[in-house]
């Protein structure tokens, strides 16, 4: 069974810095998609960025960019100029190709202080 | 307007009522799901819905019973909860379950059980 790891539960940042959020994650299929959803306080989760596994180029989607290390079986995510709308729980999720639904992880909270 | 639409987004129950949480979606997808969201722990995915049938049931207590009389809605029926169920209560929805894993979350149901 694919599990997913976030070691991290909580996380602080100053704003305008860079933060970076830690996943592992165990599958022994080869073809697959990672994911990165955050879930503000009282709003709805939505996808932060995606990566798919056969694709060796690192995500990135304006501040947001992952480090895929897919040897190592780690996708991290990283936020640069952090900003307090940031603040939020993230979650890393893993889906082999062609089978949804996601596995999530535990989830990192984390805080963008002022 | 959200793509998810749940409701109510709190509810507060005895062990013995009977409620139902709804969940619509508004992006012309085919698969819905519902995610038991608790503290500390990993979204746990209870069902899945393809096309109005349901696809997964991952272990869940009979005290939960979901239905899809379309496409657009899910809901979720509850009765003789226990204080433990008392989670965030999440609906999604994707394309199709074949596709790459995106989900589209609803902003979820806040259920306490007394």
């Known amino acids: 069974a694919q599990t997913v790891t976030q070691s991290q539960p909580e996380m602080s940042v100053q704003e305008a810095e860079t933060v970076t959020l830690s996943c592992t994650y165990d599958?022994?299929?080869?073809?697959?998609?990672l994911f990165w959803y955050k879930q503000p306080p009282s709003r709805q989760m939505i996808l932060v960025i995606r990566?798919?596994?056969?694709?060796?180029q690192n995500a990135t989607e304006n501040r947001f960019s992952v480090n895929f290390q897919k040897a190592a079986k780690s996708f991290s995510l990283k936020i640069s100029d952090s900003q307090l709308g940031d603040t939020a729980m993230y979650f890393c999720?893993?889906?082999?190709?062609?089978?949804?639904?996601?596995?999530f992880g535990k989830g990192t909270r984390l805080s963008v202080i002022a | 307007e959200t793509g998810v639409t749940q409701t109510p987004r709190h509810l507060v129950m005895g062990m013995t009522n009977k409620k139902s949480l709804k969940c619509e979606q508004h992006?012309?997808?085919?698969?819905m799901y519902w995610y038991k969201q608790s503290a500390k722990k990993p979204l746990e995915l209870m069902f899945v819905?393809?096309?109005?049938?349901?696809?997964e049931n991952n272990s869940v207590p009979s005290r939960f019973s979901p239905e899809c009389p379309n496409s657009s809605h899910l809901f979720l029926h509850l009765h003789t909860l226990q204080p433990e169920d008392s989670a965030l209560y999440l609906c999604?929805?994707?394309?199709?379950?074949?596709?790459?894993?995106?989900?589209?979350f609803g902003e979820g149901s806040r259920l306490t059980v007394l």
């Open positions: 999604a929805s994707s394309q199709d379950p074949e596709g790459s894993g995106e989900l589209f």
């Open positions: 599958t022994s299929e080869s073809n697959y998609y």
């Open positions: 990566q798919e596994a056969y694709k060796q």
């Open positions: 999720a893993f889906s082999y190709s062609g089978n949804t639904p996601l596995v």
């Open positions: 992006l012309g997808h085919n698969a």
């Open positions: 819905y393809n096309f109005k049938e349901q696809t």
